[in-house]
């Protein structure tokens, strides 16, 4: 069955790294463009970064800091996160999104915490 599991969250002092990952499985992964979302509590789930054959983008409150890559060999993208702040706190998942045939899968989360 389709996985999207993630790894990599934690807590972390403001100015710091930590690098995600998600691997997934029971879906052919090349052809599916990878998304990181994060939400907090009372908040919508916010797009922020997104990665597809080559292209990337980013929400503009992480620009310069985060960087999202894929592994099409390995099922796994990776979101780089630098230079973290208290408001990158959230829960991080993982998606896997294809217009045509549609398809939409989602990972159950990461917590990110960063606080001194």
């Known amino acids: 069955q389709v996985q999207l599991v993630e790894s990599g969250g934690g807590l972390v002092q403001p100015g710091g790294s930590l690098r995600l990952s998600c691997t997934a499985s029971g879906f052919t992964f090349k052809n599916f463009a990878m998304r990181w979302y994060r939400q907090t509590s009372g908040k919508e789930r916010e797009l922020v970064a997104s990665i597809g054959n080559t292209i990337t983008t980013y929400a503009d409150s992480v620009k310069g800091r985060f960087t999202i890559s894929r592994d099409n060999a390995e099922n796994t993208v990776t979101l780089q996160m630098n230079s973290l702040r208290p408001e990158d706190t959230a829960v991080y998942y993982c998606?896997?999104?294809?217009?045509?045939?549609?398809?939409?899968?989602w990972g159950k989360g990461t917590q990110v915490t960063v606080s001194s």
């Open positions: 998606n896997a999104n294809r217009v045509k045939p549609p398809g939409d899968y």
